[in-house]
C-alpha cells in the first residue's frame, strides 16, 4: 500500500468503518483512497479527524447492478453515470485532480453534495427501490407457492420490478443500518401512499386512481435525463 498512488475501496459499508482508517494509516502523501459506498454521512463522520483525511476521496458512483463482486465487472459500466462526491474540500486538491482525471477518463458526470443530503436523496431513489423489491419478491413467493406457477406466469414488468431482491443481503444489510433514519422516513411515506391506493380501490374511485397514476407518469420524463447546464 505504501507504494500505491490510487487506491479504490469497494467493500460492504460496514467494514469501510474498520478498514479505511487502517488503509490511509498506510498509504503515502500522494496517494488518493476513494471510496464507492452507497452511504456516506457515518463514514465521513468516522473520518473527520484522522492524521491523513487529506488523502480521502467519499465518492459514490451511481452505476451498480443487482449483482456484486468481481464477476459482476461490466465493461464501460461507469460511461454517461453520475458520481457523486462529498466532502471535495477535505481532500487535498492534487489528489482531487488525480481522482477527477480518472472519473473524466471513465466518462463520468460529477456532482457535489454534502454527505448527510447524499444518504437522504439516496434512500429515496436507491434504498427504497431495494426495500419495494425485496418485499415485493417476499409477497409473491409466500402466495405463489408453485415456483412453476411464478415461472409461467411473471412477465417483463414483474421481473424488472423484483431485479434489486437478487442484491446481497450482506451488502445490503448494513447500508439500511448506517442510513436507517432516512429510509424508516422514505417507508412511513411510502407506505402512506400504497395505504391511500387501497383506499381508492376500496371506494371504487377509479377517477382517483387514474389521477394518481397519470401525475405519477412524469416520471418517465424526468428519467430521460436532465440537461447537465440545469
Not at 18 to 28: A, D, G, H, R, T
Not at 201 to 206: A, S
Not at 212 to 225: A, Q, V
Amino acid at each position: 500500500l505504501n507504494l500505491a498512488n490510487l487506491v479504490i475501496v469497494s467493500i460492504p459499508v460496514d467494514a469501510m468503518l474498520s478498514e479505511l482508517p487502517k488503509i490511509l494509516e498506510e498509504v503515502n502523501d500522494d496517494c488518493v483512497v476513494i471510496d464507492v459506498g452507497s452511504t456516506k454521512a457515518a463514514l465521513c463522520k468516522s473520518l473527520e479527524n484522522h492524521p491523513k483525511r487529506r488523502n480521502f476521496l467519499a465518492c459514490h458512483p451511481i452505476a451498480g447492478t443487482e449483482f456484486s463482486g468481481p464477476a459482476a465487472a461490466i465493461d464501460g459500466l461507469y460511461q454517461d453515470k453520475t458520481n457523486i462526491i462529498c466532502e471535495v474540500e477535505k481532500t487535498a486538491f492534487k489528489l482531487q485532480e488525480k481522482a477527477l482525471n480518472l472519473f473524466q477518463q471513465m466518462g463520468m458526470r460529477i456532482r457535489y453534495m454534502n454527505p448527510e443530503a447524499h444518504d437522504k436523496h439516496i434512500a429515496y431513489v436507491s434504498h427504497l427501490s431495494h426495500i419495494s423489491s425485496f418485499m415485493l419478491g417476499k409477497t409473491v413467493i409466500e402466495k405463489e407457492k408453485n415456483e412453476r406457477d411464478i415461472f409461467d406466469m411473471a412477465g417483463s414488468g414483474f421481473e424488472s420490478t423484483v431485479r434489486l431482491a437478487k442484491s446481497s443481503p450482506a451488502m445490503w444489510t448494513p447500508i439500511f443500518e448506517q442510513n436507517k433514519e432516512n429510509v424508516v422516513e422514505t417507508l412511513v411515506e411510502y407506505i402512506q401512499n400504497l395505504e391511500a391506493f387501497k383506499q381508492l380501490l376500496l371506494k371504487d374511485d377509479y377517477t382517483g386512481i387514474y389521477n394518481e397514476m397519470n401525475n405519477t407518469n412524469k416520471i418517465k420524463e424526468i428519467l430521460k435525463g436532465i440537461p447537465l447546464n440545469k
